[in-house]
T-cell receptor
Framework: DVKVTQSSRYLVKRTGEKVFLECVQD?????MFWYRQDPGLGLRLIYF???????EKGDIPEGYSVSREKKERFSLILESASTNQTSMYLC?????????????FGDGTRLSIL | DQQVKQNSPSLSVQEGRISILNCDYT??????FLWYKKYPAEGPTFLIS?????DKNEDGRFTVFLNKSAKHLSLHIVPSQPGDSAVYFC?????????FGQGTILTVHP
């Protein structure tokens, strides 16, 4: 079974802090993704990566950056956390080749910015 | 611009009856559509998909219908079970990138 592991289930940080969310997958997937989930808005794509050291902006990249130094690890960085970044963050991974390959998700990190 | 819309925030169904979850989209470039199910405190899990060139795909109790001319898809669950109670997201995919709807909360009553 594919395992996508997010380092923290719950995180509380202060406004202005630099925040790191970590994600690791164990299936040698090329693609990795970061989403945030907010009530009434569904899941919105923040950033994704097709390969090591490659990154692409999603639909809502402002205030975020990412890092992919190794194939299995994809980090989301909040450069200077703000209260409107309080949300559920979900990491996912998938194979590259076919568009219908389902993405496999981690259990999420509930991030609160005070 | 909401490219994928689920206009019903919630749906309540009796156990054993059919659940029908609906989804509309605007992006003609989607080549596949997927349904995900999400329980509280867990990540979404893949349920079923359909190619944009098909009009139906079935997997056990789950059937997805696609009406390309109306840009509409639906997920049918027959018979519904209490364990099906969850949030259901539809998504369109293009070049491996998913665009999700807002989700519909399904509650199946015993």
């Amino acid at each position: 079974d594919v395992k996508v592991t997010q380092s923290s289930r719950y995180l509380v940080k202060r406004t202005g802090e630099k925040v790191f969310l970590e994600c690791v997958q164990d299936m040698d997937h090329e693609n990795m993704f970061w989403y945030r989930q907010d009530p009434g808005l569904g899941l919105r794509l923040i950033y994704f990566s097709y390969d090591v050291k490659m990154k692409e902006k999603g639909d809502i990249p402002e205030g975020y950056s990412v890092s992919r130094e190794k194939k299995e690890r994809f980090s989301l960085i909040l450069e200077s956390a703000s209260t409107n970044q309080t949300s559920m963050y979900l990491c996912a991974s998938s194979f590259l080749v076919h568009s219908n390959q389902p993405q496999h998700f981690g259990d999420g990190t509930r991030l609160s910015i005070l | 611009d909401q490219q994928v819309k689920q206009n019903s925030p919630s749906l309540s169904v009796q156990e054993g009856r059919i659940s029908i979850l609906n989804c509309d989209y605007t992006n003609s470039m989607f080549d596949y559509f997927l349904w995900y199910k999400k329980y509280p405190a867990e990540g979404p899990t893949f349920l079923i998909s359909i190619s944009s060139i098909k009009d139906k795909n079935e997997d056990g109790r789950f059937t997805v219908f696609l009406n390309k001319s109306a840009k509409h898809l639906s997920l049918h669950i027959v018979p519904s079970q209490p364990g099906d109670s969850a949030v259901y997201f539809c998504a369109g995919t293009s070049y491996g990138k998913l665009t999700f709807g807002q989700g519909t909360i399904l509650t199946v009553h015993p």
